[in-house]
C-alpha cells in the first residue's frame, strides 16, 4: 500500500447491519472489510449517530425509521470492527436534528476536526472507501471525497446496500463520475 492511502470505512452499524434498516450484504460487507484494515494504512470510520428525535425519522415527517439514535447498540461499530477504530478517527454525521446528512465527508471526531480536515493532515491523496449503504451514504461519501481532488477507489466487495438494482444504478453512475471500482 502507498503511504498517502486511507480507509474510510461508512456506516457498518448495527441498524444497518441487523437492526431497523438491515441492509442486504452488509454482514459480508463487513467481513469482506476485515482484509482491507489489517492493512498498514490510516482507517477512517464515519457513523451515522442521531438525536432520537431527528427530522429523518418517519415521527418528525421524514423518509426512515429511527436508526443509529446515540447511545443505542444500533449506532455502534460493528464488534469484528471495534478493534480498528480509534476514538479520533471516528467521524459522526447526522447530529442536528434538523439536517439530514448521508455524506461523511463533512462528518467530525470527538477533537471537532472533519474527515476532510484529518485525510489533508495525513497527506492523504488515494481513498479506499467500503461500508453501507451504496446508494446513500456510501455514494455521497465517495462523491464529496472525489469532488475535494482525492482518488477515490470503492471496495465493490465490501458494501452493502438497500435495494439491488439501486445498488447497480449507484455503482455505474460514480464509475462514469470517474471512481474506480475494485
Known amino acids: 500500500m502507498m503511504k498517502d492511502t486511507a480507509l474510510v470505512v461508512v456506516d457498518m452499524l448495527y441498524d444497518f447491519i441487523d437492526g431497523s434498516m438491515a441492509c442486504?450484504?452488509?454482514e459480508t460487507a463487513v467481513q469482506n472489510a476485515l482484509p482491507w484494515l489489517e492493512k498498514e494504512i490510516p482507517a477512517l470510520f464515519v457513523c451515522d449517530c442521531h438525536p432520537a428525535d431527528h427530522s429523518s425519522f418517519a415521527a418528525q415527517g421524514g423518509p426512515w425509521p429511527p436508526h443509529c439514535v446515540e447511545g443505542t447498540r444500533g449506532a455502534e461499530i460493528h464488534?469484528?470492527?471495534?478493534?480498528y477504530a480509534d476514538e479520533a478517527c471516528i467521524f459522526r454525521k447526522g447530529r442536528d436534528r434538523a439536517v439530514e446528512q448521508y455524506s461523511?465527508?463533512?462528518g467530525r471526531n470527538e477533537a471537532g476536526q472533519s474527515l476532510s480536515e484529518v485525510?489533508?493532515?495525513?497527506?492523504i491523496r488515494n481513498v479506499l472507501?467500503?461500508?453501507i449503504a451504496t446508494e446513500y451514504c456510501v455514494r455521497n461519501?465517495?462523491?464529496d471525497l472525489l469532488r475535494a481532488g482525492f482518488n477515490v477507489t470503492l471496495l465493490q466487495d465490501a458494501i452493502g446496500y438497500v435495494d439491488h438494482a439501486g445498488h447497480l444504478e449507484a455503482l455505474e453512475a460514480m464509475k462514469k463520475e470517474g471512481i474506480?471500482?475494485?
Not at 464488534?79 to 478493534?83: E, F, G, Q
Not at 485525510?119 to 497527506?123: G, H, N, P, S
Open 24 to 26: 442486504a450484504g452488509a
Open 79 to 83: 464488534d469484528a470492527l471495534k478493534p
Open 104 to 106: 461523511g465527508f463533512g
Open 119 to 123: 485525510l489533508d493532515i495525513l497527506d
Open 129 to 131: 472507501v467500503c461500508g
Open 141 to 143: 461519501t465517495a462523491e
Open 180 to 182: 474506480t471500482l475494485k
